[in-house]
């Protein structure tokens, strides 16, 4: 069945450096990609997303890019804030486009 | 005023018991879903709706019944509850069937089955 696999499950740096979190898709007919931010408590939100004719989208210091032949994307944070601790998931489009398959999330820790 | 509106945010109930969320969004989407939240956070599709009209019918028990009155309304019913129900349900919107424009999150309902 459709996929998505999300790595890493934690990821912890300090405060100033980049952190990436990379996900794969399984099904080659998804065509959109969105990120959630999802704070502790609340709702996930959407931060960026990219769709499949384009391979990179930049919003400050929020990146993402998309390799549709090796069906691989990735969310790109730079200059990371303790206020960027999250669980961040990815997404893709299922099949037949009528909904989102997530991640399994990746917990940030920015420590300051 | 909340895009997406769920009640309640907390419900604490017996096993065994029925009981219902409300969702209602005022985005003017054609297109809304149920997920679940287990307490690993995984994010699973249960329902989605299009103009009233069940679209997902994910594997889930019939113990769940989504009901949607019109476009901006999906309920969720459950019977007989389980323990292992207890998670947190998020309803979302989006425009058109295709959700190629992204959700907009309700805050979520927090279920935990005694």
């Known amino acids: 069945g459709e996929n998505v696999e999300q790595h890493p499950s934690t990821l912890s740096v300090q405060e100033g450096d980049s952190a990436v979190i990379k996900c794969t898709y399984s099904?080659?007919?998804?065509?959109?990609f969105p990120w959630y931010k999802q704070e502790l408590g609340k709702r996930p939100q959407l931060i960026i997303d990219?769709?499949?004719?384009?391979g990179e989208k930049k919003d400050q210091r929020i990146a993402v890019t998309l390799n549709k032949t090796a069906k691989h994307f990735s969310l790109h944070i730079t200059e990371t804030q303790p206020e960027d601790s999250a669980v961040y998931f990815c997404?893709?489009?299922?099949?037949?486009?009528?909904?989102?398959?997530f991640g399994k999330g990746t917990t940030l820790s920015v420590s300051s | 005023d909340t895009a997406v509106s769920q009640t309640p945010k907390y419900l604490v109930t017996q096993m065994g018991n029925d009981k219902s969320i409300k969702c209602e969004q005022n985005?003017?989407?054609?297109?809304m879903y149920w997920y679940k939240q287990d307490s690993k956070k995984f994010l699973k599709i249960m329902f989605s709706?299009?103009?009233?009209?069940?679209?997902i019918n994910e594997t889930v028990p019939n113990r769940f019944s989504p009901k949607s009155p019109d476009k901006a309304h999906l309920n969720l019913h459950i019977n007989s509850l389980e323990l292992g129900d207890s998670a947190v349900y998020f309803c979302?919107?989006?425009?058109?069937?295709?959700?190629?424009?992204?959700?907009?999150f309700g805050s979520g309902t927090r279920l935990t089955v005694v």
């Open positions: 709706y299009n103009n009233k009209e069940l679209i």
């Open positions: 979302a919107s989006s425009q058109e069937t295709a959700a190629n424009y992204g959700y907009t």
């Open positions: 990219i769709r499949s004719n384009v």
């Open positions: 099904d080659s007919a998804s065509n959109y």
């Open positions: 997404a893709a489009t299922n099949q037949a486009g009528t909904a989102l398959i």
């Open positions: 985005l003017g989407h054609d297109t």
